[in-house]
T-cell receptor
Framework: KAGVTQTPRYLIKTRGQQVTLSCSPISGHRSVSWYQQTPGQGLQFLFEYFSETQRNKGNFPGRFSGRQFSNSRSEMNVSTLELGDSALYLC????????????FGEGSRLTVL | QQQVKQSPQSLIVQKGGISIINCAYENTAFDYFPWYQQFPGKGPALLIAIRPDVSEKKEGRFTISFNKSAKQFSLHIMDSQPGDSATYFCAAKFGAGSYQLTFGKGTKLSVIP
């Protein structure tokens, strides 16, 4: 069974640009979450989607947005990039059972110059 | 914001020794406490998890000890091996209907031969 796939793996942008990151969950997983990982702040929750609906959103500015499609694939977008947005963006999927286990992808490493 | 505090930030253990990582939480509504292991260049992977109605869970060399009254839990790695060298994150899930995890800031474990 294929794992969580994130694209692109690496990207470099400049301040003010926008970026879209993509995530394909494990087949059959309907819940997708996004996390930002930085050395200083660790892993921070961005948002969670289930059946195309955002269930929760973390404490991030409105420049961060996401969506989920009917095939459970998800995208997140960051507009008007700032230097502080440089991070590893991790997508995780889950079966939405009571185990609560998240399966993470390898992440998209964003560098903002 | 619900917090999970993790210590130490880094840990060096000799091969065969016991590695101990501690976490403390604030919100008693957390209902699931997983530990994730992350190798460089990879996403976090679930190592072991516990629910608050259990005081200890063991899987191979890995044991979670949970103290509900003190709101603390810890990961013990017995007979630590160089292959265990990774960053470990404790986390907590808040309530039903969501898979949002609040993570500790991580412990970088180095097991030296």
């Amino acid at each position: 069974k294929a794992g969580v796939t994130q694209t692109p793996r690496y990207l470099i942008k400049t301040r003010g640009q926008q970026v879209t990151l993509s995530c394909s969950p494990i087949s059959g997983h309907r819940s997708v979450s996004w996390y930002q990982q930085t050395p200083g702040q660790g892993l921070q929750f961005l948002f969670e989607y289930f059946s195309e609906t955002q269930r929760n959103k973390g404490n991030f500015p409105g420049r961060f947005s996401g969506r989920q499609f009917s095939n459970s694939r998800s995208e997140m977008n960051v507009s008007t990039l700032e230097l502080g947005d440089s991070a590893l963006y991790l997508c995780a999927s889950s079966l939405n059972t009571n185990t609560g286990e998240l399966f993470f992808g390898e992440g998209s490493r964003l560098t903002v110059l | 914001q619900q917090q999970v505090k993790q210590s130490p930030q880094s840990l060096i253990v000799q091969k065969g020794g016991i590695s101990i990582i501690n976490c403390a939480y604030e919100n008693t509504a957390f209902d699931y406490f997983p530990w994730y292991q992350q190798f460089p260049g990879k996403g976090p992977a679930l190592l072991i998890a516990i629910r608050p109605d259990v005081s200890e869970k063991k899987e191979g060399r890995f044991t979670i000890s949970f103290n509900k009254s003190a709101k603390q839990f810890s990961l013990h790695i017995m007979d630590s091996q160089p292959g265990d060298s990774a960053t470990y994150f404790c986390a907590a899930k808040f309530g039903a209907g969501s898979y949002q995890l609040t993570f500790g800031k991580g412990t970088k474990l180095s097991v030296i031969p």
